[in-house]
Every structure is written in structure tokens, then in C-alpha cells.
């Protein structure tokens, strides 16, 4: 399975600040009515030329599965056919193919007026996810340690630093599209397609509510504390050790680090569909 890692879009630092400007001393108070949802900031680079001998529907599709894995949305982002095909560089047909196929996948959902729409999940469906995460992914981690090489473990490395960087400097829609890229080559050294096209699914249905929760710095404190930003070094250790034991169990710790989503249940009403966003 061809893994969409081109980096084909790219993630706009606007999506980390939803702060409003204070009214002026003496204003006149707004008339209180009911806040709408605000779609996350997003771009996409253009179809690569590179890539012509497949199809445009497939390019384009690729294109935007990748942005969707690597946070560029958030939940409740709503999309339109025009603004995707200006971005993307071509017409509307291979476009609205392509998400057709997101949403038969659960990472869009069809919305009027020529537009898709990011799903808002449930807490209960993001615990529900979570669980099957933690379960596929740690199994996932246990088989990739028979595979890891030298230069795997080279490239992970290289991964978690990137991370570190981009939390020092408050980079995080960065840290989210890097956190996909270091999973996922753990996920490929599995070697097996069915278990990797399982997580991919989940991850399609997951990545925007992780990037909403992150977007928010008060959540990132939470989820970074020393033990959280410890996960992918210990993680690595697992793999430099060979083993597949450890290197599971370390997988299921970073998924349940306690600072994960714990704002996103927390604020969310029981039973409720809030957005994370």
C-alpha cells in the first residue's frame, strides 16, 4: 500500500491562535446570540507534477487523505469543492471524487452547497477509537521491533528531535503532522498491510480531533509534561533493545499519556458532540 507521506500540504500557524481582541473600555456590550464554530486556517500545496503518470482523482486524493492524517483540519472544517480545486491545482471533477472516497472512509462528511464537512465526534466515539488504537498500534510496535535497522532507528531519532524543536517553539499543527510521520514508520516496519490500512482508518477519523486538542497551548502543557515528551525516546529504546515487548507496551503509554484528550472530555458535556476545536 502506497503510504501518502509527499507532505502535500502545508499547515498555517493561524490554526494555533483563536484569541479575540477585548472590547474597548466604555463599548457598548454585543447582543449575547450563539458563537459559531470557527474552521481551522488550512492550505494545500499543489498537485505535484511528478506525480502525472497516475491519475488526477488519486493524486488528489492522496493529497488530501495526507492532509487529513497530518492535522491540517480540524473537526467541524467545512471544505468546498472550488476553494480545494484552486488549491490543489485542477478542476472539480477529480476533487469531488476524492471526497467520495474520504467519505465512505469517515474522514468527511457530505455537507450542502457543493461542501464537505471534517466529522465532530462524540467523546464516547473518541474513547472508542482510542481503545482500538491502543490495541492495533501496540501490536503494530511489538512486530516492527523483528524489523527495525540502523537506519530506522536513525530516522525515529530524527523525528523526535524535529518534535522537540517544535514544541520549544510552540510549533504545533508541526508537531502533529511530524507525531503521524514517526508513527507511521513504526506502523510500515510492521510489514503487514491489513493491521497498517486498520490504523490508517482510525487515524483518518482521529488525526483532526489530536490537532484541535493540541492547537490549544493549555492542552499541549498538559499532554507535554517530562514524562509526555519521554514516550518516542523510550519508544526508540525499545526498538535499539529489540524488544517487542517493551516497545508495545511504550506505544500503548504514549497513547495513554494522562494529558491526552483531557481537555476534550473535560470540557465536553456528557453524552454531548462539542468540538474539540
Same mark, same amino acid.
Given at each position: 500500500?502506497?503510504?501518502?507521506?509527499?507532505?502535500?500540504?502545508?499547515?498555517?500557524?493561524?490554526?494555533?491562535?483563536?484569541?479575540?481582541?477585548?472590547?474597548?473600555?466604555?463599548?457598548?456590550?454585543?447582543?449575547?446570540?450563539?458563537?459559531?464554530? @470557527?474552521?481551522?486556517?488550512?492550505?494545500?500545496? $499543489?498537485?505535484?507534477?511528478?506525480?502525472?503518470?497516475?491519475?488526477?482523482?488519486?493524486?488528489?486524493?492522496?493529497?488530501?487523505?495526507?492532509?487529513?492524517?497530518?492535522?491540517?483540519?480540524?473537526?467541524?472544517?467545512?471544505?468546498?469543492?472550488?476553494?480545494?480545486?484552486?488549491?490543489?491545482?485542477?478542476?472539480?471533477?477529480?476533487?469531488?471524487?476524492?471526497?467520495?472516497?474520504?467519505?465512505?472512509?469517515?474522514?468527511?462528511?457530505? /455537507?450542502?452547497?457543493?461542501?464537505?464537512?471534517?466529522?465532530?465526534?462524540?467523546?464516547?466515539?473518541?474513547?472508542?477509537?482510542?481503545?482500538?488504537?491502543?490495541?492495533?498500534?501496540?501490536?503494530?510496535?511489538?512486530?516492527? /521491533?523483528?524489523?527495525?535497522?540502523?537506519?530506522?532507528?536513525?530516522?525515529?531519532?530524527?523525528?523526535?528531535?524535529?518534535?522537540?524543536?517544535?514544541?520549544? @517553539?510552540?510549533?504545533? $499543527? @508541526?508537531?502533529?503532522?511530524?507525531?503521524?510521520?514517526?508513527?507511521?514508520?513504526?506502523?510500515?516496519?510492521?510489514?503487514?498491510?491489513?493491521?497498517?490500512?486498520?490504523?490508517?482508518?482510525?487515524?483518518?477519523?482521529?488525526?483532526?480531533?489530536?490537532?484541535?486538542?493540541?492547537?490549544? @497551548?493549555?492542552?499541549?502543557?498538559?499532554?507535554?509534561?517530562?514524562?509526555?515528551?519521554?514516550?518516542?525516546?523510550?519508544?526508540?529504546?525499545?526498538?535499539?533493545?529489540?524488544?517487542?515487548?517493551?516497545?508495545?507496551?511504550?506505544?500503548?503509554?504514549?497513547?495513554?499519556?494522562?494529558?491526552?484528550?483531557?481537555?476534550?472530555?473535560?470540557?465536553?458535556?456528557?453524552?454531548?458532540?462539542?468540538?474539540?476545536?
Amino acid at each position: 500500500m502506497n503510504f501518502p507521506y509527499d507532505r502535500s500540504f502545508k499547515l498555517d500557524p493561524v490554526m494555533t491562535d483563536r484569541r479575540t481582541t477585548p472590547p474597548s473600555p466604555g463599548a457598548e456590550p454585543a447582543p449575547t446570540r450563539r458563537k459559531k464554530r @470557527q474552521a481551522a486556517s488550512f492550505e494545500l500545496a $499543489p498537485l505535484k507534477p511528478e506525480d502525472a503518470d497516475d491519475t488526477t482523482q488519486n493524486r488528489a486524493y492522496r493529497a488530501l487523505k495526507a492532509a487529513v492524517l497530518g492535522g491540517a483540519f480540524y473537526p467541524g472544517t467545512t471544505v468546498t469543492l472550488a476553494k480545494l480545486s484552486e488549491m490543489l491545482g485542477t478542476s472539480e471533477m477529480p476533487v469531488r471524487e476524492a471526497l467520495k472516497r474520504l467519505t465512505a472512509e469517515g474522514a468527511f462528511e457530505a /455537507a450542502p452547497n457543493r461542501s464537505a464537512r471534517i466529522p465532530v465526534l462524540s467523546p464516547l466515539v473518541v474513547r472508542q477509537l482510542l481503545d482500538l488504537r491502543v490495541d492495533l498500534e501496540s501490536k503494530a510496535a511489538a512486530l516492527a /521491533a523483528e524489523h527495525v535497522s540502523k537506519r530506522h532507528l536513525d530516522q525515529l531519532t530524527a523525528l523526535d528531535a524535529a518534535m522537540a524543536k517544535a514544541l520549544d @517553539q510552540h510549533e504545533l $499543527p @508541526q508537531y502533529v503532522a511530524l507525531n503521524m510521520e514517526f508513527h507511521f514508520l513504526i506502523y510500515r516496519l510492521a510489514d503487514n498491510e491489513p493491521l497498517l490500512s486498520l490504523i490508517e482508518a482510525l487515524w483518518l477519523r482521529m488525526a483532526p480531533v489530536v490537532a484541535a486538542t493540541l492547537a490549544l @497551548q493549555r492542552n499541549a502543557d498538559a499532554q507535554f509534561d517530562e514524562a509526555g515528551r519521554a514516550h518516542h525516546g523510550n519508544i526508540i529504546k525499545a526498538f535499539l533493545a529489540q524488544n517487542a515487548a517493551a516497545a508495545a507496551e511504550e506505544i500503548r503509554a504514549d497513547l495513554l499519556h494522562p494529558g491526552n484528550f483531557i481537555h476534550y472530555f473535560d470540557d465536553s458535556a456528557p453524552g454531548g458532540t462539542k468540538s474539540a476545536g
